[in-house]
């Protein structure tokens, strides 16, 4: 009798904790995903899987600092035995790696088959939605438009360079960012980019929303950071706009979000659905009509929900990834040294 008064007790505490993706089951039975997707935007979504389905989802979230950096080490420091069944990346390019590393599974999408191949491992073992762009931020009745670089380049420029500020590129999507610049610009322009941002004394923050209120605050004029940032920022009253610098190749840099399943075994049930359903077209719908407004990586979607995106750059993610490592040396031994 105590023990299923104890467990009718828990049940109750619980019921309001449901539309976090909670409900009263045991707790070794919760699907488990780290989840560098900001909590604000991946909640909506996590609950909404829940409410369908009633698995119980345990998420795991990283700080902006060491945005998924953090659980990408956490991922590798688990290898032997993984405690997460799910990754929900807010970028690809260390999906990637993990899945190089041999640390994810192979998974047979069930409804991924609209999304474009460029955004699917060909091994099958993630799958990209919901993108946001890479763009120079700035406080329009500070800086007009017209005065903006027309390419991230000339960003490193001292009337642009001695005013802006950067998230860290050792993690999150800067990280990524400076990786595509090494690909697309070779390592001299690339490393002569990050040393003339060190010779002007480019403000480096912990990350991308830290750079934004470096603007929103009047510290600097410009930031580089993402779209969702700006956007945000926007229906929070912030005086602020964006513009998409070009890379080199006539378009910018559009980073998706990721889904993978880890090594963790056996591969629950509630593990593949969750999985299929954060890349399905109503999760990617429903990370769309958060306040990130990831742009949708399906066609069909963006036109559904009558969205338009800037052109994006021809650039391999999968070359991007293999950069990192270089790219993020070159950071080391010149902009934070």
């Not at 993984?82 to 999408?109: C, M, Q």
């Not at 910018?252 to 990721?258: E, F, G, R």
């Not at 009558?306 to 999968?318: C, N, W």
């Amino acid at each position: 009798m105590t023990s299923s008064c104890g467990r009718l007790i828990r049940c109750g505490l619980l019921l309001g904790a449901i539309s976090s993706g909670w409900a009263c089951a045991p707790q070794s039975d919760a699907v488990v995903v780290y989840c560098s997707v900001d909590e604000e935007f991946a909640r909506g979504v996590l609950d909404a899987f829940t409410k369908q389905t009633g698995v119980v989802v345990k998420a795991v979230f990283d700080s902006e600092a060491g945005k998924t950096t953090g659980l990408v080490n956490r991922l590798r420091a688990e290898r032997e035995k993984p405690r997460a069944d799910v990754l929900y990346s807010s970028e690809v390019f260390n999906t990637i790696a993990l899945a190089n590393e041999g640390l994810l599974a192979k998974h047979e999408w069930r409804t991924a088959g609209d999304i474009p191949s460029q955004y699917r491992d060909a091994d099958e073992r993630w799958v990209a939605v919901g993108a946001r762009g890479r763009v120079l931020a700035f406080d329009p009745q500070r800086t007009s438009a017209a005065s903006l670089p027309n390419s991230w380049e000339e960003l490193s420029e001292e009337r642009f360079a001695s005013r802006l500020a950067i998230g860290n590129p050792l993690f999150g999507t800067t990280k990524g960012h400076v990786a595509a610049m090494f690909v697309m610009w070779g390592e001299k322009r690339a490393g002569d980019f990050l040393r003339k941002l060190k010779e002007h004394d480019t403000l480096v923050v912990d990350g991308n929303s830290a750079a934004l209120r470096a603007v929103i605050d009047g510290r600097v004029d410009l930031c580089m950071t993402d779209t969702d940032d700006v956007w945000v920022a926007q229906r929070d009253g912030a005086r602020v706009d964006l513009a998409y610098p070009d890379m080199g190749n006539g378009g910018t840099l559009w980073i998706p979000c990721t889904v993978a399943l880890t090594n963790r075994t056996p591969v629950r049930d509630g593990a593949r659905r969750l999985a299929d359903f954060l890349v399905s077209a109503e999760g990617e719908r429903l990370l769309a009509e958060s306040r990130s407004r990831n742009v949708p990586v399906r066609a069909s979607l963006r036109e559904a929900m009558h969205l338009d995106a800037p052109v994006g750059g021809e650039m391999s993610y999968a070359g991007i990834a293999g950069a990192l490592e270089a790219s993020a040396k070159a950071v080391r031994e010149t902009l934070l040294k």
